[in-house]
């Protein structure tokens, strides 16, 4: 009987958990061709004399992104036996490019986002003893609009 | 100031993320694990029937003393258990002679079962004896528990058990998805395990049947009316761990025939 629930959510997470990444994936590579106008670099200089800033103002974005029961099992099985996790590498990627994304919604009609940083963090880690795993990935930086 | 010159363009790969199959990655592991639990499990098995017979009734009474002491609590039916008994030391004083001391637990539940447990102590579950019709079928089924006593079954059971408790608890915590399905992949191994120990413990049991009552009538009786009865459900222990009821029958009427013992009346219970 465990089993059979064991299998029924393995598939599940597998199946959902595919289908949400494909979708996502999708979405992000669309906004990203659409948003590619703006630049968003990590350079702390604006690459324009100062008389022509029109304004700065912070933007941010921030994702939450959770783990699936398939993916969870893979990292498991993959701290016994070392080695990178894949399963993981497609999520944090994701909720990066994602909170860029967000980011770069929010400077509206501004010319280039300067000093951007990204950082992550792990939510509801301890949460019922048992992790619920997600990740957390905020983008942020300085949206400048130039005069013309 | 110069400015370089920004062209914005989107990366034609995604270094981030290795392209690969995560069904492929996720069978080739827990294979993996699958395999190397069952190997210390099995190594780890053979060290326990190894130690077994090194083991003294005398030490295994000393080592389980607290089963006895939790089943003398309460004997709920005493009429009942006062008639196992004596049967149960009839057939341990003309018959079996095991050194042991055997004592007969009854215990409410409406499983289909009974149990040799460690240091002597047999627990008869109460949906048994409801189903018990005759004398001989009762007799014949202490027997069968004697037997595991005899190949000291008892004991490799319990010691895999403790084995496979032991890995998974140190691997993955004792409430864990992972050590739930090594633990399924694990009792099906175990399962063809314990089919020849109650093929041992049977032709044990229909000797002492023989040895009791001169004849070997109402051994098959008890798995003859279990299998006329419907699908036992998902929760029919009895019917998991011991070989099917048909398989069965006709393994103990091929014993009869090549011992060459006889079915004569039965005795009520």
């Excluded at chain 2, 004997?75 to 008639?83: D, T």
């Excluded at chain 2, 002679?97 to 460690?118: Q, S």
């Excluded at chain 2, 069965?248 to 005795?267: C, P, T």
């Amino acid at each position: 009987m465990d089993l059979i629930i064991f299998l029924i959510l393995l598939a599940l997470g597998y199946t959902a958990g595919t289908i949400a990444e494909k979708s996502h994936y999708r979405s992000i590579e669309k906004r990203e061709r659409d948003l590619l106008r703006l630049p968003a670099i990590t350079m702390k200089r604006i690459p324009y004399s100062v008389g022509r800033i029109q304004s700065a103002t912070m933007v941010h974005g921030s994702v939450v992104i959770s783990v699936d029961y398939f993916k969870r099992l893979l990292a498991k099985l993959r701290n016994i036996f070392g080695g990178t996790i894949k399963s993981y590498e497609s999520l944090v990627d994701r909720a990066r490019r994602e909170a860029i994304l967000r980011m770069k919604e929010m400077a509206g009609n501004a010319n280039i986002i300067v000093n951007v940083r990204i950082e992550t963090a792990t939510i509801g880690k301890n949460a019922h003893r048992k992790g619920v795993g997600c990740i957390e990935a905020i983008a942020y930086g300085t949206a400048v609009v130039v005069k013309k | 100031m110069t400015t370089m010159k920004y062209t914005p363009r989107q990366p034609d790969t995604n270094v981030n993320v290795t392209p690969t199959s995560p069904l492929k990655d996720f069978f080739v592991l827990s294979g993996a694990l699958l395999a190397i639990a069952v190997a210390v499990f099995f190594l780890l098995g053979f060290a326990v029937d190894f130690v077994i017979p090194y083991i003294s009734q005398e030490t295994e009474k000393k080592m389980f003393a607290i089963f006895g002491n939790m089943a003398e609590k309460k004997a709920a039916f005493p009429e009942k258990q006062r008639k196992l008994q004596a049967l149960l030391d009839t057939i341990q004083r003309d018959c079996a002679k095991l050194p042991y001391e055997f004592k007969v637990h009854i215990k409410e539940a409406d499983t289909i079962n009974a149990l040799a447990m460690p240091g002597g102590h047999i627990i008869v579950f109460t949906g048994l004896l409801d189903k018990v019709a005759s004398e001989n079928e009762l007799a014949y089924i202490l027997s069968h528990e004697l037997g595991h006593y005899a190949n000291r079954d008892h004991l490799r059971g319990l010691g895999r058990a403790l084995i496979f408790m032991t890995i998974s608890a140190a691997l993955f915590g004792t409430d864990s998805s992972i050590g739930n399905m090594v633990g399924h992949g694990l009792s099906i191994s175990e399962m063809s395990f314990s089919r020849k120990q109650e093929k041992n413990a049977d032709e044990f049991g229909l000797v002492m049947l023989n040895c009791t009552y001169g004849h070997v009538g109402g051994a098959t009786d008890f798995f003859f009316r279990m299998s006329k009865e419907k699908d036992p459900g998902i929760f029919g222990h009895y019917f998991s761990s011991h070989p099917e009821n048909q398989d069965r029958i006709n393994n103990i009427n091929l014993l009869i025939k090549a011992m060459g013992l006889k079915k004569e009346k039965l005795k009520a219970f």
